[in-house]
T-cell receptor, first 112, second 110 residues
Framework: GNSVTQMEGPVTLSEEAFLTINCTYTATGYPSLFWYVQYPGEGLQLLLKATKADDKGSNKGFEATYRKETTSFHLEKGSVQVSDSAVYFCALKYNQGGKLIFGQGTELSVKP | DTAVSQTPKYLVTQMGNDKSIKCEQNLGHDTMYWYKQDSKKFLKIMFSYNNKELIINETVPNRFSPKSPDKAHLNLHINSLELGDSAVYFC?????????FGPGTRLLVL
């Protein structure tokens, strides 16, 4: 079936460190891929997306590239800030109905 | 000007009670969702409505009944609450590829 797997957290980094959160997926066809972010006590917000192979989504210094050959959509940021501390969810959408399948979330904690 | 709002924000209740959570979106979207997030942050879709019609109904106990009086509202009624229902429930609406989430309702069943 369709599924999303993320690296386990929590991930703890110092400010200005490089961030990678791994995400791989299993899906039939060609899903769209997303990263959502959940700040403490809030709902999820779309961070970035990619709708086809080799697309790169980017926002707020975060990037992820849709890699069909490795079925991956890893999230990266060159220099994290304390304000990036949140839970990050990788997700896929595999049909027109808009149903999102989420990974288990990766908690990121950035220390000053 | 809140996009997706939910009430109440917190809900503490006894096992066996019946409760409702309300959701409203002022974005003009046709499609709305309910998600459940457990204590480990795992997020799973429960229901989806498109223009007041149910289009997704995941494997959810029939104690949970969504109701959509109009396309801007999607409420969730839960009968005979159980301890395992304790979670954060998120409402969302969708425009094209993007889903917009409400702030969540934190339900605690004692």
């Amino acid at each position: 079936g369709n599924s999303v797997t993320q690296m386990e957290g929590p991930v703890t980094l110092s400010e200005e460190a490089f961030l990678t959160i791994n995400c791989t997926y299993t899906a039939t066809g060609y899903p769209s891929l997303f990263w959502y972010v959940q700040y403490p006590g809030e709902g999820l917000q779309l961070l970035l997306k990619a709708t086809k192979a080799d697309d790169k989504g980017s926002n707020k210094g975060f990037e992820a590239t849709y890699r069909k050959e490795t079925t991956s959509f890893h999230l990266e940021k060159g220099s994290v800030q304390v304000s990036d501390s949140a839970v990050y969810f990788c997700a896929l959408k595999y049909n027109q109905g808009g149903k999102l399948i989420f990974g288990q979330g990766t908690e990121l904690s950035v220390k000053p | 000007d809140t996009a997706v709002s939910q009430t109440p924000k917190y809900l503490v209740t006894q096992m066996g009670n019946d409760k409702s959570i309300k959701c409203e979106q002022n974005l003009g979207h046709d499609t709305m969702y309910w998600y459940k997030q457990d204590s480990k942050k795992f997020l799973k879709i429960m229901f989806s409505y498109n223009n007041k019609e149910l289009i997704i109904n995941e494997t959810v106990p029939n104690r949970f009944s969504p109701k959509s009086p109009d396309k801007a509202h999607l409420n969730l009624h839960i009968n005979s609450l159980e301890l395992g229902d304790s979670a954060v429930y998120f409402c969302a609406s969708r425009q094209q590829e993007t889903q917009y989430f409400g702030p969540g309702t934190r339900l605690l069943v004692l």
